[in-house]
């Protein structure tokens, strides 16, 4: 008789067959569930995936990549992310097919399914070992890949992220020949998305090591090289929407002079008084929209760069100007020389970074939200470490807007990037204090940071950094429910930070909650019955399993304060207009009940009284001081 398998070989072979059942189910819940529970299984194994099945897991990941629901591809791709840091050779061999998916994701309609495509590719590219395969797989699948977008996203990752130093000589003529044939592609966008690629490229390789390669080309390739970037050839490629007036009639196509005689390398000179002209807000305005329009036609960022310090410098100050218009203008001016000058606005972060801070305590929610998304953008260019690096000393701000929508940053960071790119020790001991804050709002966001910190590392690794830290008892013990929970904070599709039970009048991230704390500033009625009140979310979820601690953390999953669970973050507008009832029945302040929590104390409702008409304003607030 043949020898069964051990025990232990049976356990993992059923724990396997779930996981292959859990990522072919029927219910996105339930694939996101499988996957998470392979990214646990990671944590606790140190990154190493020890699936033996992987003849199955392989087919079964090209599908999620491919999945309707966008939470399941994004949760694919930063499996991946962490897959290939520790992988072996058959682990890389089953990345290397993954590749295509991943590049396919690069043309989501989702911007946070997009972001983490572009950090998936760089993971590859730092740990893969076999560059050229995943050279050859990016030219297929990529570069001529049939979908457009596809294309033109690649080549922009090209100007953003790609190791030039690290590709061979041969890998990287072929690279080049593949880019230049870009340039007579039929989609608009491709051929400009290609011609900055190869404008970036001699400023990382060196002129001389890209001139050769071009001299190798075969002559049809290199004739099309030379006509585009001949300067009547580059005029055709330019966007020809967009032009606005500035004054007097005349268009931005008229009043662009020579490129030498442009200041900062960008602004044509007819443009600069109208810019600096204080007494008139609305020509100012005007020459700001259209100072987006020259940004976003610039085609060479070469001739910007030896101006890059300066001209960050001059766009500065419109950040403080009195009229808002102008400031969010601004904001757009900054997001797309990001966009256009890629990884070399490092420099200039030392400059720009302490100006979006203080603008992050702005009174107008507008204002803040085109601030974090800047933010984001420097992030997803440059990495996650010189952002964070310049945002670190404010986590003491005096304005507590500015300290929670700091870690509302750190939060998304967590949430959009690798985790080999944080030192989690450190963000740990900067993020401690904020456990203590004056503001309960503060407190609260930094009790979520270190949720999804817990759910990165697995709670062995947080909980011998939280050793370190010699937190109190109260503290301590509010982490610890909070780890309990299956909820944990999502990125909204503009890329915002959303919060589970935040309040239903705004986006957690939006931070639009007044100074004084106030049971209507979180959307909750103090004149609800006792017998109805609200627990934290996750204190929910543990009454109702008998637990102190859930297992199973789901990955960027969001509930509603009813628990509830939705496979995809649900928007600002739709908390909102949440009905009445659901919002009206919860009992208690959100912030005397977090306030409790951390102070060790038991909650014991607000006083029992019966509503009176006073209490309901049109806002569906209660107007009455409750209590």
């Not at 033996?52 to 791709?77: E, F, I, M, S, Y």
């Not at 049809?220 to 055709?236: C, H």
């Not at 330019?238 to 931005?252: E, Y």
């Not at 909204?492 to 009048?505: I, K, Q, W, Y």
Request: glycine share 6%; with cysteine; proline share 6%.
């Amino acid at each position: 008789a043949a020898k069964k398998p051990p025990i232990s070989h049976q356990k993992k072979n059923m724990e396997e067959a779930v996981t292959l059942a859990g990522l072919s189910s029927a219910n996105a819940n339930e694939r996101s569930a499988a996957l998470e529970g392979l990214r646990a299984s990671l944590a606790q194994s140190n990154g190493r995936l020890r699936f033996r099945a992987l003849d199955k897991l392989g087919p079964a990941l090209q599908n999620a990549l491919r999945d309707q629901n966008w939470n399941v591809r994004k949760d694919t791709l930063q499996l991946i992310s962490e897959i290939l840091p520790a992988a072996g050779p058959e682990l890389e061999k089953l990345c290397l097919g993954l590749a295509p998916g991943v590049l396919l994701n690069f043309s989501d309609t989702k911007i946070a399914v997009r972001r983490m495509a572009h950090g998936c590719l760089q993971v590859y590219f730092q740990y893969v070992s076999e560059v050229r395969d995943l050279l050859g797989c990016v030219v297929t699948h990529g570069i001529e890949n049939e979908n457009e977008r596809v294309r033109s996203e690649v080549l922009v990752f090209f100007q953003q992220a790609l190791p030039w130093q690290s590709i061979e000589a041969e890998e990287m003529f072929n690279l080049i020949e593949a880019i230049v044939g870009r340039l007579r592609d039929m989609d608009a966008d491709v051929p400009v998305s290609a011609l900055k690629a190869l404008n970036f490229a001699p400023s990382v390789i060196g002129t001389s090591v890209f001139d050769a390669h071009i001299s190798h080309l075969l002559p049809p390739l290199k004739q099309l090289y030379r006509s585009v970037k001949d300067a009547k050839a580059q005029g055709t490629m330019r966007s020809q929407s967009g032009m606005s007036v500035v004054s007097n009639g005349r268009h931005s196509s008229d009043i662009r002079g020579p490129e030498e005689d442009l200041e900062f390398g960008l602004i044509p000179p007819p443009l600069m008084p109208l810019l600096c002209n204080a007494g008139n807000w609305e020509q100012r305005s005007r020459a700001m929209d259209e100072l987006v329009g020259v940004v976003q036609r610039l085609e060479r960022p070469e001739g910007v760069l030896p101006h890059l310090g300066p001209l960050v410098a001059f766009l500065t100050p419109f950040l403080q100007d009195p009229n808002m218009k102008v400031v969010l203008t601004a904001l757009q001016i900054l997001g797309q020389l990001v966009m256009r000058v890629g990884f070399p606005m490092r420099d200039t972060v030392r400059t720009l970074l302490p100006h979006l801070v203080a603008m992050l305590g702005d009174s107008k929610i507008v204002v803040r939200q085109a601030t974090t998304k800047l933010m984001n953008r420097l992030m997803q260019t440059l990495t996650p470490s010189p952002v964070l690096e310049q945002l670190e000393p404010h986590l003491h701000h005096k304005n507590w807007r500015v300290r929670e929508e700091i870690i509302n940053t750190i939060i998304l960071a967590m949430s959009t990037f690798p985790r080999q790119q944080f030192d989690f020790a450190r963000l740990a001991g900067l993020l401690s204090p904020c456990l203590k804050d004056s503001k309960a709002r503060v407190k609260y966001v930094a009790i979520e940071a270190f949720a999804v910190m817990n759910n990165l590392l697995g709670e062995q690794q947080l909980k011998s950094l939280l050793a370190r830290l010699r937190l109190d008892e109260p503290t301590q013990k509010a982490l610890s429910t909070r780890f309990g929970a299956s909820q944990l904070p999502s990125i909204s599709s503009d890329g915002l930070v959303e919060h589970v039970g935040a309040p239903a009048s705004v986006p957690a991230s939006q931070g639009s909650v007044s100074e004084v704390e106030d049971p209507q500033a979180w959307g909750l009625r103090r004149h609800a019955s006792a017998s109805n009140k609200k627990l934290l979310p996750w204190e929910q979820e543990a009454a109702r399993t008998g637990n102190s601690i859930v297992r199973g953390h789901s990955a960027l999953s969001i509930s509603s304060v009813h628990g509830v669970e939705a496979a995809e973050p649900k928007p600002a507008s739709a908390a909102s207009m949440q009905s009445t009832g659901s919002t009206q029945s919860a009992a208690g302040s959100y912030a005397e009940i977090y306030r409790a929590k951390v102070e060790g104390r038991l909650y014991r409702g607000p006083s029992k009284r019966q509503p009176s008409l006073s209490d309901k304003s049109p806002t569906g607030g209660s107007s009455g001081s409750g209590s």
